[in-house]
């Protein structure tokens, strides 16, 4: 059976913080933690302050007046949606009943080779150094 996927509307309130209903868990879990999502979290993000920047252009000014009143904010926006995506995306994991360690599995299981290739040539990584592991801040 494939997995639901939202509608229009539904997609768009879930780019945007909505939560989907649990029939489509395994979407949502694929879109976030899948292949492209942090592109498509930083293609989100952007959206919405070129509505917020947009009547600036419609001022009388220059178009370096332009340029200067808006880009450095929407650059500001674009690098803070980069800075802050693992901890938005675990978050909707969390706001979707899913496990938010889900993102460091993706990324332990893409690089599972170097980590075997570590413990081969060093050994094993000792106990204590476990909590290490996982990149939550909490």
Known sequence: MAAAKPNLWQYIAYSYGKRLPDSMREWVAKDITGDGAVRRHVIRMAIPPLFVLAPFW??????YVHIEMTVPIYIWALLMALALNKVWRRHRLAQHGLDPRLIDAVNR?????LHDDYARRYGPRPEEAKWQSNSTPF
């Open 58 to 63: 419609l001022l009388p000014a220059s178009l």
């Open 109 to 113: 299981q893409k690089q599972a080779r």
